[in-house]
C-alpha cells in the first residue's frame, strides 16, 4: 500500500527502513522522504513507524549481564 503518494514510499519500503535500523519518524524522512512534501500522509506514516518500531522493540534479544542458568559440571 503506497503510504507517500509524492515519494512513491510504499509501506514495505517503511518497514524496511525501520528493520534497518532507522527508528523513529524523523529517521524515516530523512531516509525515505516521507511527508516532506506535501505532508498529507505525515499522520499515516507516523502512526506506522510508531507501530513497527513498538514491534520491533518487542522481538529485540535482551542483553544480559548473566546467564540464564549456571550448568555445573557432574562431580568426579
Ligand atoms: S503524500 Fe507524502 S509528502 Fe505528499
Not at 530523512?30 to 513507524?49: F, I, K, P, Q, Y
Amino acid at each position: 500500500m503506497i503510504i507517500c503518494v509524492c515519494h512513491n514510499v510504499n509501506e514495505r519500503a517503511i518497514r524496511k527502513a525501520v528493520e534497518a535500523g532507522h527508528g523513529s519518524f524523523e529517521a524515516i524522512q530523512m531516509e525515505l522522504g516521507v511527508a516532506t512534501c506535501c505532508g498529507c500522509c505525515a499522520d499515516h506514516a507516523r502512526n506506522l513507524v510508531s507501530e513497527l518500531t513498538a514491534t520491533a522493540c518487542a522481538c529485540r534479544p535482551v542483553a544480559r549481564s548473566q546467564p540464564l542458568m549456571q550448568i555445573s559440571e557432574p562431580a568426579a
